[in-house]
């Protein structure tokens, strides 16, 4: 009787090809990892070291530090690095506690929630430039709904838009409403998280719900709060979007309100010193990575 013999398939018994083999899998990742990715990094991190860098033709003077020297120096610069500092240290914490308030009420099974949830939601689903639009129309001095209700409180009529020491918190306020759908829905799934056993055990020793929160509620979320700042300040510090519907493309009623991206952007696209704009970039990145760490190493002690 003739015995059936299983197939063999030279490939596999070699041990170099069965080693290879998950990196063919791999291999169009990490293709366009490195083109995508790796490749313009290192390019940053190169141009920002050549002296007058020209694009077009990949000529450059020398190799020095001169561009961030200027950089550094540019009142520009300095003044976007308030703005940006200014503005992370403000919406950062606001809309970190405002979601977890918001979330706390949405974590609640109550008639017509769903409804609540769409409306918070609805801003993670809007165009940044339609939904700026509406805010600049919000803001309008004469006829917007902001001094509408602010005159209800006898608070005079404010130039959100126009006056420079106002621009700022216009800003920011923006900034604030457009962050906090994905805040919420972090601080919602970390909410959805924590065993129902300890309120239950709260309640039953006559625990106030005040005390519960602050108690059980906030602890619990400790890890998803962490997460929760390094992302926004990590998104916030880039701030840039929200800056043209607001002011029509420029930084401010009297460009006093250039962030860091805009300064970037001004740069590299409008003034093509591309080393300039490098150079800005790497700084950025160096401030943000020793944040972040920081943030990190603050966060393990607060957990132990």
Do not use: C
């Amino acid at each position: 009787m003739t015995s059936l013999k299983k197939p063999r398939y030279a490939y596999r018994d070699r041990p170099l090809s069965r080693a290879l083999e998950p990196f063919a899998y791999f291999a169009p990742f990490l293709a366009a990892i490195a083109v995508f990715t790796l490749y313009p990094v290192i390019n940053v991190v190169l141009m920002s070291f050549k002296e007058g860098y020209q694009m077009l033709t990949g000529r450059f003077d020398q190799v020095g530090v001169a561009n961030y020297a200027y950089v550094l120096n540019d009142r520009y610069f300095m003044n976007a690095l308030q703005n940006t500092a200014i503005y992370v240290a403000v919406v950062v914490p606001l809309s970190t506690v405002l979601s977890i308030l918001i979330a706390n009420l949405l974590n609640r099974r109550v008639k017509g929630m769903a409804l609540f949830q769409t409306a918070y939601f609805m801003p993670m689903v809007t165009s940044v430039t339609a939904a700026g639009l509406a805010w600049k129309f919000m803001f309008s001095r004469d006829f917007g709904v902001i001094n509408q209700i602010l005159s209800w409180f006898g608070v005079g009529k404010i130039n959100w838009l126009q006056a420079p020491e106002w621009s700022l918190w216009a800003l920011i306020i923006y900034g604030v409403w457009s962050i906090l759908p994905f805040t919420i829905i972090l601080m919602l799934s970390g909410l959805q998280n924590i065993d129902e056993t300890y309120y239950t055990a709260a309640r039953v020793d006559g625990a106030k719900s005040g005390r519960i929160f602050m108690r059980i509620t906030v602890p619990m979320l400790a890890p998803t709060i962490g997460l929760v700042l390094t992302i926004n300040t990590i998104s916030t510090s880039k701030v840039f979007n929200e800056i043209f519907p607001l002011f029509n493309g420029r930084p401010g009623p009297s460009y006093n309100l250039y962030t860091v991206v805009y300064y970037i952007y001004d740069q590299f696209y409008v003034k093509w010193k591309l080393g300039r704009a490098a150079a800005a970039a790497m700084i950025l990145f160096v401030i943000i990575f020793a944040i972040t760490m920081l943030q990190q190493i603050i966060q393990r002690k607060w957990s132990h």
